[in-house]
Each structure stands twice: as structure tokens, then as C-alpha cells.
């Protein structure tokens, strides 16, 4: 079945920029996300991709998508310590009628003041 | 705004009790999910519903069983609770093409079980 794989743990200076990585393992991924989930708090949608994009911006918010390397990731630009947070990455497959997504670890990310 | 609902934020058991976990949604979605979340483990599909009374298992299914007698409400029960069991519990709905965005899931605030 499909393998989400990220890193656990990512810090930074708040005015710094975040990248948070994902690598996903089914190639016929239609729709990528990420979500975020805040203390004591269920997850969020952030923001997703479709698998025909390589690029989506959304304010502060930047998602790569590199399909050959089956790579997937978010730049948070201006990183504030509001964006401390657990990111998970997810992704949908439309194989078998499975309407389940498969999620990543989780990053925590933390913004030093 | 979709809102997805459960009914505890934080539930203490014993070992060996039946514990119910209920969610409900506002959005008539058809898919409902169960999730748990432990740390460095991210979310693991427990069961999921695409419809009323019907059911699917998911990647770790054993040790758990499902409800879904109407659309807005899917249960998720322990039989007998174990320590092992104890974890964070999120429940997610959503629905077919109806959005733009996939099959986006909506979740709940999560449930805290603690298996004493």
C-alpha cells in the first residue's frame, strides 16, 4: 500500500522560512495535502495540490511538487511562532475505491522568537 | 462550516471496560473515518463507513468494531479496553466530489482515551 514518510521534528527563527518535506510512494496519488494540527486541536486542511501541479502558492503558503522523485513540499514563508504546529502530509489514491487518506508521521514544527 | 463532533475531549477506562466513542457531522457527508494518532506514528486508519451501515477496515482494525445506524453518527467501540489502546482518537468525514479539493477530510477535536 501507499507510504507517506516525514521528518519528525524542524525548528526555526521566527522571520525565517520553513520547508517541510514529504516523499510519497504511489505514483497515481491524485490530490497531496497538508494539514495542520495545533495543540489539543484536530487537524486543519492547509492547503493541498493536485498531482497535474507543480506549484501552488497561497499567501504565505508555497507547495512543490516534484512527480518524478515523488516528492512533496511546504514553504512557509515569514514563519511566525503561530505556525508552531504538527504538519502532516497526506495523500489520496483513487485505486479500489479506497477513499481513505494515507498520512505522513507528522513534523513538528517549532519557531524560536 | 463543517462541523465534526466528539463526544469527549479526554475519557479515562479501565482495562477491560467497552468504551463508545461517538462522532457526529453536520454535512452529510457519506465517508466517515476513524483515526488514532500516536506520537512519531502520525495517523493509522482504524475503520472507515461509506455509507449507513455499511463499514471497511482499515490498516489496524483489530481490537476495535463500528456503528453507523445513520448518516451524521459513526461509533467506534472497544469491546474490552487494553493499555495498549490508549491514544489519541480523531474522527473525520467527508464526501465524494463534492468539493474541489479531492476527497477532503474534515476532522474533530480528537478524543484523549486513557486505558488504565
Known amino acids: 500500500g501507499e507510504d507517506v514518510e516525514q521528518s519528525l521534528f524542524l525548528s526555526v527563527r521566527e522571520g525565517d522560512s520553513s520547508v517541510i518535506n514529504c516523499t510519497y510512494t504511489?505514483?497515481?496519488?491524485?490530490?497531496l495535502y497538508w494539514y495542520k494540527q495545533e495543540p489539543g486541536a484536530g487537524l486543519q486542511l492547509l492547503t493541498y495540490?493536485?498531482?497535474?501541479?507543480d506549484m501552488k502558492q497561497d499567501q504565505r503558503l508555497t507547495v512543490l511538487l516534484n512527480k518524478k522523485d515523488k516528492h512533496l513540499s511546504l514553504r512557509i514563508a515569514d514563519t511566525q511562532t503561530g505556525d508552531s504546529a504538527i504538519y502532516f502530509c497526506?495523500?489520496?489514491?483513487?485505486?479500489?475505491?479506497?477513499?481513505?487518506?494515507?498520512f505522513g508521521s507528522g513534523t513538528r514544527l517549532q519557531v524560536q522568537p | 462550516d463543517v462541523k465534526v463532533t466528539q463526544s469527549s475531549r479526554y475519557l479515562v477506562k479501565r482495562t477491560g471496560e467497552k468504551v463508545f466513542l461517538e462522532c457526529v457531522q453536520d454535512?452529510?457527508?457519506?465517508?466517515m473515518f476513524w483515526y488514532r494518532q500516536d506520537p512519531g506514528l502520525g495517523l493509522r486508519l482504524i475503520y472507515f463507513?461509506?455509507?449507513?451501515?455499511?463499514?471497511e477496515k482499515g490498516d489496524i482494525p483489530e481490537g476495535y468494531s463500528v456503528s453507523r445506524e445513520k448518516k451524521e453518527r459513526f461509533s467506534l467501540i472497544l469491546e474490552s479496553a487494553s493499555t495498549n489502546q490508549t491514544s489519541m482518537y480523531l474522527c473525520?468525514?467527508?464526501?465524494?466530489?463534492?468539493?474541489?479539493?479531492?476527497?477532503?477530510?474534515?476532522f474533530g477535536p480528537g478524543t484523549r482515551l486513557t486505558v488504565l
Open positions: 504511489d505514483s497515481s496519488s491524485t490530490y
Open positions: 454535512m452529510d457527508h457519506e465517508n
Open positions: 497526506a495523500s489520496q489514491t483513487r485505486g479500489a475505491g479506497r477513499r481513505a487518506l494515507t
Open positions: 463507513s461509506y455509507d449507513v451501515k455499511m463499514k
Open positions: 495540490i493536485f498531482s497535474n501541479m
Open positions: 473525520a468525514s467527508s464526501s465524494p466530489n463534492k468539493g474541489q479539493r479531492g476527497d477532503e477530510q474534515f
